[in-house]
Structure formats: structure tokens, C-alpha cells
């Protein structure tokens, strides 16, 4: 009998279901191995690179411009590794027992999608694809009236107020290693609005699936989105006056 003890390659995923990772035979007294009548084990690995894609998605709610979003939002997209713990000189580090000693590396996504243990902050400007709707309705800007409009089923314009118009951003990644994803916003101020904590969804994860591309139907996404108002309200003034005027 021939066991396949380890099948482990760094950066692939064996394919279990076509994979042949054992066998047996029978040795014939009196057979060579060079005859052609030997015994023979065969064993096949077949292996896919750990890769795939990820898409991530950003809604932006509450009459933000593009301008003003693209000047202020921030975020990171994060894996953790376990890795072979190294000494300063590259070396691997083994614990009493002999074996390696593990590590949780944080990676940082770049944006063009290389993973890197320097932190990394993205912008949506870094690769995303804009699209503002309402309703589910693509929305088109009148730079004549200064207005946001749509057209529905009957050929008519239908103007849509500047606080409904809701931006939505989505960028794809793929070849990323496979694993869990983590996106995390790490600014969301934007003068003049103030941003809805009880309704917007400022982190997410997802995980990366060996094989899956970003245009599957199945690819894994991570949704964010935030919602503001604009950061503006009423004043009062009285003034008394006193002394007979």
C-alpha cells in the first residue's frame, strides 16, 4: 500500500474528488520492476491555484456627491495568514517539540489587489465604478438644471430630489489568495453631513473561495453602506427690547 502522508502545496488547493492519493499492488516473485508486467502503484494530485476573486460594494445615501465622497471616505481590505515564524535573519523558528512555530500575519490588500504587511488604506477612487440610482432606477444628471432625473416606462422625465440620490461604488478584485476578508472603513466624516450609525454598515466579510472568479454569479461580496443627513438645522433669534422705544 503507498499513502500520500502530506499534499499540502502553498498556494493550491488539492482536488479531492480526481485526486488519487493512494493505491496497492502486488509484488510477484520473480517480477522485475522493469518488466513490463511489474506491479505498479499510480497516484495523480490534481491541484487548482488558491485563488479567486472578491467583489466589494459601497452605498452611499443622503444627497453626497461624488466629489465630496471620493475626497473623504477611506477603508482597508485585511486577510490573517498563519505562517512559519521567522528570526531576523529569515530563519524558521521551531518550538521545543521540533516543529515550527506558528504566527497570525495581517495582509493588506492593495488596490491593485497584491497583499502586503504594510498597512494599506483604499479610496473609492482607486479602481471603483460609480452608479448613482434611485428605486432601482439609473440616474442621469441634467447639467443644465442641475438636477438628477431618471425616465420611466411611459418616456417621461422624473426628477429626483439631490437627498434621494443614492451612489452606489463596487470594485472587483481576483487572483486573491483564498481565505476570509475583512473590509473596514476607516473614515467616514464628510463636511457638512452626519453620518446614520444605527443604519449604516461600516465593516464586512467575506471569504475568498479557491476558483471562484469576481464575474461568478457565486463570487463572495462584502456590502458597506452609509447613511448621512446633512448636518444642518433651525436657530431662533428673539430680541427684546426694553425702555420705551
Not at 467616514?188 to 461600516?202: M, N, R
Request: charged letters at 30%; aromatic letters at 6%; hydrophobic letters at 30%.
Amino acid at each position: 500500500t503507498v499513502t500520500e502522508t502530506n499534499t499540502a502545496i502553498k498556494g493550491y488547493e488539492l482536488q479531492d474528488e480526481t485526486s488519487v492519493i493512494e493505491g496497492k499492488a502486488t509484488v510477484v516473485a520473480g517480477v522485475a520492476s522493469t518488466s513490463t508486467d511489474a506491479p505498479k502503484v499510480e497516484l495523480s494530485d490534481e491541484y487548482v491555484k488558491a485563488v479567486g476573486g472578491l467583489v466589494i460594494t459601497k452605498t452611499i445615501i443622503g444627497g453626497v456627491t461624488e466629489e465630496e465622497a471620493e475626497g473623504a471616505l477611506t477603508f482597508t481590505v485585511t486577510t490573517e495568514v498563519e505562517e512559519e515564524k521567522k528570526d531576523e535573519e529569515g530563519n524558521v523558528i521551531t518550538g521545543e517539540d521540533g516543529k515550527p512555530v506558528m504566527e497570525t500575519v495581517t495582509y493588506y490588500v492593495t488596490k491593485d489587489g497584491e497583499l502586503t504587511t504594510e498597512e494599506t488604506v483604499l479610496k473609492v477612487t482607486d479602481g471603483f465604478t460609480a452608479v448613482e440610482e434611485y428605486e432601482g432606477h439609473t440616474l442621469t444628471y441634467d447639467e443644465e438644471e442641475k438636477t438628477w432625473y431618471y425616465t420611466d416606462e411611459n418616456g417621461e422625465k422624473v426628477e429626483v430630489e439631490d437627498e434621494d440620490v443614492q451612489i452606489n461604488y463596487t470594485k472587483t478584485f481576483d487572483d486573491l489568495p483564498a481565505g476570509e476578508y475583512t473590509v473596514t472603513e476607516t473614515n467616514t466624516a464628510i463636511k457638512g453631513y452626519e453620518l446614520q450609525d444605527e443604519t449604516s454598515v461600516l465593516t464586512g466579510t467575506a471569504i475568498v473561495v479557491a476558483g471562484v472568479e469576481s464575474a461568478s454569479t457565486d463570487a463572495p461580496q462584502v456590502e458597506l453602506s452609509d447613511e448621512y443627513v446633512k448636518a444642518v438645522g433651525g436657530l431662533v433669534i428673539t430680541k427684546t427690547i426694553i425702555g420705551g422705544v
